[in-house]
């Protein structure tokens, strides 16, 4: 469970008494909730703005890839690029930005919850001990990915643009290329795949008292399970 000490200190941060100003905590919550689903709902809100960008970037490089011989058309592909990777780099943080204020508002969920509707929020229900995926987790990941991508694409245009490719046989280059995109995919498949919600913290509720954490747990059969309060940081 959390230290005392530590629901104490929040507890005189946010000027509340939990013992004497109930409805301060009522009001408190639900402003928690509110800003939680405001985070989330502006995370994809947000995201939405940066892939309209990338969308527009991806149109027009395909159309200057066509004709890509001119060295003008270069110069502005690489352009692209440069823009290609500053919106995704920039959608990478934001996400980021987002899950910190998002986790900000449900761990104050965590610590107003218990004087005023029990463990409901902290109380999830597993099929079977089974992980879930973390949505905000998977977008964090795809953004990372196509920052990667514009930079080689960058890259590539740099060395078009100053004719630094060898006149020689390429098909060396041709394999190394092929090799280095399915590392890059099963690379990104992995990191997806382990993109799950972290259980780390969680208990049975029929065990709350022993102690055991989710971590030291192989659940079988169906169970709610709860997690911990927040914890100080070591």
């Not at 991806?58 to 500053?86: C, E, I, K, P, V």
């Amino acid at each position: 469970m959390s230290d005392p000490n530590l629901r104490d200190v929040y507890f005189s941060k946010i000027d509340v008494d939990p013992r004497k100003e109930t409805s301060k905590l009522e009001i408190a919550l639900n402003r928690a909730y509110e800003q939680r689903s405001f985070e989330i709902e502006h995370l994809w809100k947000r995201g939405a703005f940066f892939w309209a960008f990338q969308a527009a970037i991806f149109t027009a490089s395909g159309l200057l890839w066509q004709h890509s011989g001119s060295q003008r058309n270069q110069a502005m592909l690489l352009a692209l690029a440069a823009l290609g990777l500053l919106t995704a780099f920039a959608n990478s943080l934001v996400v980021r930005g987002s899950k910190f204020w998002q986790n900000n508002w449900e761990k104050h969920i965590d610590m107003l919850e218990n004087a005023v509707e029990g463990r409901l929020y902290k109380t999830i229900w597993l099929r079977n001990g089974g992980l879930s995926f973390s949505v905000s987790g998977l977008g964090k990941v795809l953004a990372d990915f196509f920052s990667c991508f514009w930079l080689f694409a960058l890259l590539y245009s740099g060395i078009l643009l100053l004719d630094l490719l060898p006149k020689a046989d390429l098909n060396h280059l041709k394999y190394l290329f092929v090799a280095g995109v399915g590392l890059a995919t099963l690379l990104g498949l992995s990191l997806l795949w382990r993109e799950q919600t972290d259980f780390s913290g969680i208990r049975y509720t029929d065990r709350c008292l022993t102690g055991e954490k989710w971590s030291e747990l192989n659940p079988s059969s169906p169970s709610f399970m709860v997690r911990d309060d927040p914890v100080p940081e070591k």
